[in-house]
C-alpha cells in the first residue's frame, strides 16, 4: 500500500543534542509537510517543500531545519532541542496542483519526540 | 488569512446514536476546501470527509456527512451510528485554492460510550 512512514515513532535526546525525524513517501507525491503537534493541540506547520521548494512558515523557529534530497524523502532537524519542542512531528504529503491528490493532506504515523 | 474554529473541545455520545461536531470557519477566498481529519489516539490522523466550497451538495461518506452552511461559514460533522472505532479527536480544516496548507481548527475529543 502506498504510504507515509515515519522514522522512528519514538525519539528520545537531551537538551541541546541535536535530532534529526525521517520521513519517506511511496506516494510520489511532491508536496511534504512537517507539523509540530503539542498534546491536545491542532498541528502547526512548521514548512513544506513543493518538489525542491522550501517554504518556511513565518513563525518556525530557525532550530527547526529541512532537507529533502529526492521525491521520496524528507527530514527535519532540530538543532538544538529545547523542552519545550518535546511534541509529535508529523508528516504529510499532497499531490501537485490540478492532480486528484492535490486536495487531501496524507499522514505519516507521527515521531514522538521527547527531550531531557 | 484563515481561521477555523471548533467550539467543542470534548463531545460525547452513546454507541450507535447520532452526534454532530460543529466548525466555524473564516476565509477571504472564494475557491477554498474543508475537511475533518480523525486522529485516534496513537495513531495517524486520516481524512474523514472533504467539501468543496463550490458544490452545493454535502459531503456524505457511509456514516459521516457534512452540514456545509457556506453563507454562514458553518461546516459541521454528523456521525451517524456511532461506533466504539469512532472514539478519537477530530479536526476541522481548510485550505484556500491558492494555498498548499491546511488550517487547523483546535480539535473535538469524542468519546463512545458502550
Known amino acids: 500500500d502506498a504510504m507515509v512512514i515515519q522514522n522512528p515513532r519514538y525519539q528520545v535526546t537531551q537538551f541541546g543534542k541535536p535530532v534529526t525525524l525521517s520521513c519517506s513517501q511511496t506516494?510520489?507525491?511532491?508536496?511534504m509537510y512537517w507539523y509540530q503537534q503539542k498534546s491536545s493541540q491542532a498541528p502547526k506547520l512548521l514548512f513544506h517543500?513543493?518538489?525542491?521548494?522550501?517554504?518556511n512558515e513565518a513563525d518556525t523557529p530557525d532550530n527547526f531545519q529541512s532537507r529533502r534530497p529526492n521525491t521520496s524523502f524528507c527530514f527535519l532537524d532540530i538543532r538544538s532541542p529545547g523542552l519545550g519542542d518535546a511534541a509529535m512531528y508529523l508528516c504529510?504529503?499532497?499531490?501537485?496542483?490540478?492532480?486528484?491528490?492535490?486536495?487531501?493532506?496524507?499522514f505519516g504515523p507521527g515521531t514522538r519526540l521527547t527531550v531531557l | 488569512a484563515q481561521t477555523v474554529t471548533q467550539s467543542q473541545p470534548e463531545m460525547s455520545v452513546q454507541e450507535a446514536e447520532t452526534v454532530t461536531l460543529s466548525c466555524t470557519y473564516d476565509?477571504?477566498?472564494?475557491?477554498?476546501?474543508l475537511f475533518w481529519y480523525k486522529q485516534p489516539p496513537s495513531r495517524q490522523m486520516i481524512l474523514v470527509i472533504r467539501?468543496?466550497?463550490?458544490?452545493?451538495q454535502n459531503a456524505t461518506e457511509n456514516r459521516f456527512s457534512v452540514n456545509f452552511q457556506k453563507a454562514a461559514k458553518s461546516f459541521s460533522l454528523k456521525i451517524s451510528d456511532s461506533q466504539l472505532g469512532d472514539a478519537a479527536m477530530y479536526f476541522c480544516?481548510?485550505?484556500?485554492?491558492?494555498?498548499?496548507?491546511?488550517?487547523f481548527g483546535s480539535g473535538t475529543q469524542l468519546t463512545v460510550l458502550p
Open positions: 504529510a504529503t499532497s499531490g501537485s496542483l490540478g492532480g486528484p491528490s492535490y486536495n487531501e493532506q496524507f
Open positions: 506516494l510520489n507525491h511532491n508536496v
Open positions: 517543500y513543493y518538489d525542491k521548494d522550501f517554504n
Open positions: 476565509t477571504s477566498e472564494s475557491d477554498y476546501y
Open positions: 467539501q468543496e466550497a463550490y458544490k452545493q
Open positions: 480544516a481548510c485550505r484556500s485554492g491558492s494555498a498548499r496548507q491546511l488550517t
